[in-house]
């Protein structure tokens, strides 16, 4: 029997979804090839997608038919269908039509409630939105072989960003001085200003310790805390989706062999993709075996990729600033091991960032083919701190190292932060690789600026702005054994007083063909106590070696 093309499948399943109005089997005929087995249309269900009823009940029965004959695909065909929480099921696939929008309804309505979040022993150690994961628009937990596609829209309305839109003023009001015991809670959580009180969502979709998991096609608008939270999922992929959203848009927790490809993230608010490693499953796990591919991250208004306008009009951001990076950290328990990300874009967002601060390891990762353009702090941002947030008995040193990055370009980076690679002393980061990089930079640095020493706050959450403006306009280096730049540029768009590199606590630094613009005679290379370092044919440098300098400029 001849292969059935792609285009007569898609063509297939359409015709099922249009004309079978409940469960429907296609069988080949030569082969007895199943085509599509147990097709459930959440209309027969009794959803109405009109937008005024509430449709949730109708489409959990249609995923409970499904699970009990073993499986199958719910089909949500176009409408607009009001819903408080979806109880995923194993072997189920979501499958949203085009014009289909699932719109997260609110407790004020009158009408319902999101499931409460669950117990969890471990709430002390992260903030409410990742110890939780039922209250939300779509969760499962414990599952195996699910699926969300299609091109319809998940609109998270009804969802909440933090607990204090889950509140009235009043209630607000009546909890804002409560003192947390900081020897119950010595990271400040739980807090009942970080709750969000029951009944309410704050998550699009959210998974738990699933496997084999896809998430295609669908678009995701005005997310709540998490468009997507994946924590203890394996075997994760994630393509072709747009998010547009009020907070963290893709959050990777404790997951391992994920794959993220052709995706979009609007942010302002907060991380775009963020890979974290938290302590909310009551261990250690570490994320790895991660891709991300040809995707991009922003900092647009809320709204304004879906509607394709790209707007940069709100000033509301934090630090004053939209975020919509690409970030590992800042939940660092477990560690980041064997990640690779290429071929991304940042637009109007913060840089690249790399943190571990609770103990993890972080080691084993290649960035290459990223292009930035107005940056609004640090490109490059690598932390390695001891905030250690997690249990006393579990305490460790964390590492950050083997870290190759290639083949960036940033344009109209912040003028005050420069890239920053920091650990803190006696803990290094260690055999960090650029190549291939062009950072342009705003400029404008004075030569009180290049005169300042930026604070260790070696417990403090990382974050460029934790150290104040640099002295540096290109690169701060502190508490590194083992760097290498080579076809490395540095420049600016307005004169800046600042020298381009400035190391600090350094051991071994190779500099091959590195080129960075400079005022007047200004040095190029700042040295505080580094022994090791070399540099051939960098612009304006002769070639150097010194074994060590406490105080010397280049």
Known sequence: MKPLSRSFVLVAFVLCCLLLPTSAQIVGSASEVSLFRNLYNVRTFGAKGDGKALDSPAINKAIDAAAAA?????????????????????????????????????????????????????????????????????WGENLENISILGPGLIWGKGLVRGGNQSRTKEQNDAIKDVKVDKTVAPFGYPSPRDAVDSGWGNKSISLKLCRNVIIRDVSILHGGHFAILATGVDNLTIDNIKIDTNRDG???????????????????????????????????????????????????????????????????????????????????????????????????????????????????????????????????????????????????????????????????????????????????IEDVRFSNIRIYYQGGGTKEQAALVPPEKEDDYPEPVMFGEMPAYGFYVRHVRGLTMADVEVSYLKDDARPPFVLEDVKGADFHRVKAQRLGSGPTFVLKGVSDFNTNQVWLVPDTRIEQAAQKDL
């Open 70 to 138: 073993g499986g199958g695909t719910v089909f949500i065909p176009a409408g607009t269908y009001r819903s408080f929480s979806i109880r995923l099921k194993s072997n189920i696939t979501l499958y949203f039509d085009q014009g289909s929008t699932l719109v997260a309804a609110s407790p004020n309505d009158g009408d319902g409630k999101y499931d409460s979040p669950e117990a969890n022993q471990w709430d002390k150690y992260q903030d409410f939105g990742h110890t939780h994961w039922h209250n939300s628009l779509i």
């Open 250 to 428: 893709i959050d990777i927790d404790a997951c391992r062999h994920v794959r993220i490809s052709n995706t979009s993230v609007n942010s302002p608010f907060d991380d775009g993709i963020c890979l974290k490693s938290s302590y909310a499953l009551g261990f250690a796990r570490a994320t790895e075996n991660v891709t991300i591919t040809n995707s991009a991250v922003s900092g647009y208004d809320e709204g304004t990729l879906l509607d394709a306008t790209y707007k940069r009009e709100y000033n509301k951001y934090s630090h004053n600033s939209p975020t919509g990076r690409i970030k590992f950290g800042t939940e660092s328990n477990g560690g980041f091991k064997n990640i690779t990300i290429t071929n991304c874009t940042f637009d109007y967002s913060r840089g690249l960032a790399l943190e571990s601060v609770d103990g993890g390891l972080l080691e084993d990762v290649t960035i290459s083919n990223i292009t930035m353009r107005d940056v609004v702090n640090s490109p490059i941002f690598l932390r390695l701190g001891n905030r250690n947030r997690n249990p006393k008995e579990t305490l460790a040193t964390g590492k950050l190292r083997r870290v190759i990055i290639s083949n960036i370009v940033a344009y109209n980076a912040d003028p005050k932060y420069a890239s920053i690679i920091s650990g803190v002393p006696g803990n290094d």
